[in-house]
């Protein structure tokens, strides 16, 4: 319940921000194109030592500057599959679509050189599960999202990026309808790619 209510708080700020006119031509949108490499903590209260694999994957994020400094982004991505594994050994596999809404500061003062900060909330829906005949997860996970990265300006409106973002995301693991405990997956994402404000 915690993060409906921070989305909530996330959205009112961005309603609440005023369209304030640009200081030249640049417009308030930008769209940024990554490839994502996913490090999983993979924390396990199962008893079963339960994992996913690490992959690299592409992103899509779609910004709007409600300020020169305020901006909300979306981060997107098709399902993405991971094998589960216990104790190493593939016991099953899954998808999951994790798209994140953030609020970040953009520090404008260091000519090209554009920094930022960000936090806001995860959604990640599992889908596809495929696992031991009993064993289920719970298909709904919602979390909080850090993020830092800098935009550096190459020509006018393009950028080149680079993004780093922790994110909870967590599921029940039951057997039989009981609860064996929490698969906390918690992935670091460090990203790289190009962004273009149109």
Known sequence: MKQKYLLASLLGLAALAPVAAQADDTTPWMV???????DSVNKDSTGLDLSVNDKVIPEVDISYFFTPNIAAELILTYP????VRSAGAKIGSLKHLPPTLTLQYHFTDLGAFKPY???????????????PAGVSIDKDSYGLALQAGVDYELTKNVYLNFDVKK???????????TKLGTLK??????????GMRF
């Open 32 to 38: 940024r194109v990554r490839a994502v490499n996913i």
């Open 80 to 83: 993405q599959k991971h094998d």
């Open 167 to 177: 994110v909870q995301i967590r599921t029940d693991v039951k057997a039989g309808g």
């Open 117 to 131: 900060v960000g936090a806001g909330v995860n959604y990640t829906r599992f889908s596809s599960v495929d696992l």
């Open 185 to 194: 997956v918690d992935p670091l994402l460090v990203g790289v790619g190009v």
